[in-house]
């Protein structure tokens, strides 16, 4: 019943080697908003779903804590007093909307899950648990509250394998290790539309046109621009750099999320629910120094604030170790029996990677590069925006690489497991309804030249440039200049570095010429993708002259409302190859959506 | 942070650091007709991975040596592979915890065809897997979340952990000589639903493995149980089915 069957993932022609293959809705990423988007997407009209990883190897596997949702299981919890943290969280630069229906759906999000199979923990009653988490708070700011639905600290793992589960269920098509490396536009009746993708398939170098009335791009993030990072080395903003090529804006780069506690020096996540079931965040005094900054709710503060504090901490010289240069994740106070129900996998990590037992000492963390609260810019059907309101049909975005925007400056953890469940069944069930009356966009004759032409570039590349020399420096220098604290001065460091390394990659060397897993020639095209982005991270985090949830510019300390409650929309334009940022990035603005909520002093 | 590592006095390094010999068994379908195996040498500090060694040979010495790597990490499974005769985890396992006064020796998983280098053909593991129905079965369609006492959640809670990486079944013996095998992976997927409290697919399911290729073709050689890096009771988990299979319900 769950078997695959061969016709459907078999190519309906091959033309001087190209496979074509025709779907209703082409699907690009097989993380969690993918596939809860072929969820809703392969019930109701032919599916393709195309991953450059096997699907459960995609990075909402990583994620840890839970995701939230107004349950009320255990404590007095509602859908508005969500929505206001989200849009306090965001730092007043979420669309309300939007979050009020993130906040709304998310109930329904979670209970069907469990129906699908997810093995939530449970209360005494047998109800889905919840725990608490960083900004989530009862009656706007009073106190915690437990909100994150979660299981054990692996809550992203069973959301992957549940909707993994669910889609062999469907027998959904699967096209793994298939990497997308453009979107074919076509204009029909005078406007652009997607008729299509080009994919590599990297086990035999071949290339394959993918044929869709709809496009969903469920790509993921792009943390490898940074080196301290709790992202997965593939990683790369691919999916995010292919709109950017194709002229489509991108909005709100510049705020990227730091997660407070990366295993120092590896940047590899300790999830927030270690704070949530009681964690203490420690400088080299043993003070709980998180008292003095967000004296409420202390250690459970939202990201971007504590990350601040940690790096304010270590600057004024409270920073723990040899070299004061991290602080330390105390769970030393809670019982070995609640850590090894509720945190196994972090404190395993812990042991793991540092040698620390959790149990008896201190971990010691520092902050690390997260989440793109940026991306390609949707509407609440999470269909893709050409400008501030002109929708492009047939194309949609969700997930960690779209912004609609829910998680405005800063996103609130639990809110990103929740996006793309909300999110992605969004794409799936607007895409079903799109193709109901869509023809499919014609492609031109020759839909595959672009990445042929990339292809053989890349693999024929014979320069002298490592790429993972050029990547490691891009990465090193996102980490001195645009972490948590920016300034004009370290911004126009990193874009001339930037721009250094644009050019230094058209001289770059590839030493596998082969066609069959050619993960050089991968590498090099996902550089590629990575200092597009950054420069556009950048070059964004330049123009803002403000501090604002994951953006803070110490020369612009102060949010300025006046000027700045605004969305940045950039776009690419004129020689996407000139030297000079300001010569192909243009950059406007977008109004936020407020509602409800007008904008106050942020205060934890 | 990378400013502050670099103020590290150079000498503090340099006690820290230390050469590694990595012989890696590498094929590349077009040209060689067996695998072989070569060395390389590497600098490595003793919290580096098995996966830092082979980034630093890809990244500074031979861009063509493949293999898969995603989280780094130890939570999506990607570079299941062999160390020192082991199966495990290359981002899992570090340097320091392997005998570095000889060679590391690594090389892919086995009873998988191999495509290239470290890598293996995945689908006939995929294959198992799909095959043992991995998705709750459940008729009721209640409005709110299925009620599962914290007792009945605890049951299944060993084997929900599995990451498909496919060292438990690429350490195998029985996998080795019978591709047809389901495998320890597969049983243990099947495991996650059978003693869930909420499916009612669990008969046909020990059905399914009540084949001949299922879970007696298991010798229990405890090979599996060593190899999961998630720390499943594999063999014990196999044995629960087993006995389920007996008795013809969980």
């Known amino acids: 019943m769950s078997d695959i069957p061969d016709s459907s993932t078999a190519p309906t022609r091959t033309i001087d080697g190209v496979h074509y293959h025709q779907h209703d809705i082409v699907i690009v990423g097989a993380g969690g908003a993918g596939m809860r988007a072929a969820i809703q997407a392969g019930a109701g009209a032919s599916t393709a779903v195309i991953s450059k990883l096997y699907p459960t190897r995609s990075h909402t596997g990583a994620a840890q804590g839970g995701m939230a949702a107004a349950l009320a299981n255990v404590e007095d919890d509602n859908w508005e007093w969500h929505t206001f943290d989200t849009v306090k969280g965001g730092d007043y630069l979420v669309d309300q909307d939007a979050a009020e229906i993130l906040a709304k759906e998310a109930i329904t999000a979670v209970l069907e899950l469990e129906n699908m199979g997810l093995p939530f923990n449970r209360t005494p009653e047998g109800k889905i648990d919840q725990r608490r988490f960083g900004g989530h708070t009862s009656e706007h700011g009073k106190a915690p509250v437990r909100r994150a639905c979660y299981a054990a600290d692996r809550t992203g793992h069973m959301i992957l394998q549940t909707l993994f589960q669910n889609c062999v269920k469907l027998g959904i098509n699967f096209f793994n290790e298939f990497y997308v490396l453009d979107l074919i536009m076509t204009e029909v009746d005078g406007e652009k539309r997607p008729a299509g993708v080009v994919a590599y398939e990297l086990s035999t170098g071949e290339l394959h046109v993918f044929q869709g009335k709809a496009v969903i791009f469920a790509t993921g993030g792009f943390g490898k621009i940074y080196k301290t990072t709790s992202n997965a080395h593939t990683l790369t903003g691919d999916g995010v750099g292919i709109i950017w090529r194709k002229g489509l804006p991108l909005e709100d780069m510049e705020f990227f999320q730091f997660h407070p506690t990366g295993l120092a020096g590896l940047g590899i996540l300790l999830s927030e629910a270690a704070r949530g079931e009681g964690a203490i965040l420690r400088n080299s005094e043993g003070e709980r120094f998180m008292e003095r900054y967000a004296p409420t709710i202390k250690d459970l503060a939202p990201r971007d604030i504590v990350a601040r504090c940690m790096r304010t901490e270590i600057r004024e010289g409270r920073g723990a170790g040899p070299n004061k240069d991290y602080l330390y994740l105390d769970i030393t106070h809670l019982s070995p029996e609640v850590i090894d129900a509720k945190l196994p996998d972090i404190t395993e990590f812990a042991r793991t990677y540092l040698g620390v037992e959790p149990y008896t000492e201190p971990v010691p963390v520092l902050p690390t590069a997260h989440y793109a609260m940026g991306g390609i810019p949707t509407n609440v059907k999470a269909e893709v925006l050409s400008d501030n309101t002109t929708v492009v049909p047939g194309l949609y975005a969700a997930g960690e690489c779209a912004c609609v925007s829910v998680h405005g400056s800063n996103r609130l953890g639990t809110n990103s497991l929740l996006d793309i469940n909300v999110f992605g069944k969004r794409a799936g069930d607007n895409a079903v309804e799109y193709v109901k009356t869509a023809e499919f966009a014609p492609l031109p004759d020759d839909a595959a030249e672009f990445v042929k032409g990339l292809i053989d570039q890349v693999r024929g590349a014979t320069g002298t440039e490592r790429i993972a020399t050029l990547r490691r420096e891009l990465q090193e220098s996102m980490d001195d200049n645009a972490q948590v604290f920016r300034t004009e001065e370290t911004l126009i460091a990193v874009t001339e570095k930037i721009q250094e390394l644009r050019e230094r990659f058209l001289n770059i060397s590839v030493q596998d010429k082969g066609k069959r897993f050619n993960t050089d020639l991968l590498e090099a095209i996902e550089l590629g993708f990575l200092l597009d982005l950054a420069e556009v991270v950048v070059y964004s985090a330049l123009s803002r002259q403000e501090s604002r949830g994951g953006h803070f510019r110490e020369d612009f300390p102060k949010r300025d409302d006046e000027k700045w409650l605004v969305h940045t929309m950039a776009y690419l334009s004129g020689d996407a190859h000139s030297a000079d940022a300001g010569d192909h990035i243009k950059l406007s603005t977008k109004p936020v959506v407020i509602t409800n909520y007008q904008p106050m002093e942020r205060k934890y | ?250």
């Not at chain 2, 590592?5 to 379908?29: G, H, N, S, V, Y």
């Not at chain 2, 009540?210 to 063999?235: L, M």
Request: glycine share 4%; net charge negative.
């Open chain 2, 1 to 250: 942070m990378s400013t502050v590592l670099e103020e590290r006095p150079a000498a503090a390094d340099a006690i820290q650091k230390f050469t590694a010999t990595m012989m890696i068994r590498r094929f590349d379908p077009d040209v060689d007709t067996e695998p072989r195996w070569q060395e390389f040498s590497v600098e490595m500090l003793p919290t580096d991975r098995v996966l830092d060694a082979l980034h630093q040979i890809k990244w500074e010495q031979d861009g063509s040596l493949t293999f898969r790597r995603s989280c780094a990490h130890g939570v999506c499974g990607s570079d299941a592979m062999r160390i020192n005769g082991r199966n495990r985890l290359a981002c899992k396992t570090l340097m320091k915890d392997l005998d570095i006064s000889k060679p590391v020796y690594v090389e892919a998983i086995k009873g998988l065809p191999l495509e290239k280098d470290l890598v293996v053909d995945m689908e006939p593991f995929f294959a198992s897997y799909r095959e043992v129905q991995p998705f709750l079965q459940s008729s009721s369609k209640p409005e709110k979340e299925r009620l599962q006492s914290a007792e009945q959640r605890a049951r299944f809670d060993d084997t929900t952990k599995c990451i498909l990486c496919a060292a438990c079944t690429s350490s195998c013996p029985v996998f080795w000589t019978d591709g047809q095998y389901f495998g320890p992976a597969a049983i243990v997927n099947a495991h996650r639903f059978i003693f869930d409290s909420r499916d009612e697919a669990s008969e046909v399911r020990l059905d399914i493995l009540n084949d001949k290729e299922g879970v007696w073709r298991c010798r229990t050689t405890f090979n599996c149980t060593e190899a999961c890096p998630r720390g499943i009771q594999v063999t014990q988990a196999i044995a629960e089915v087993k006995a389920a299979v007996l008795r013809g319900r969980p």
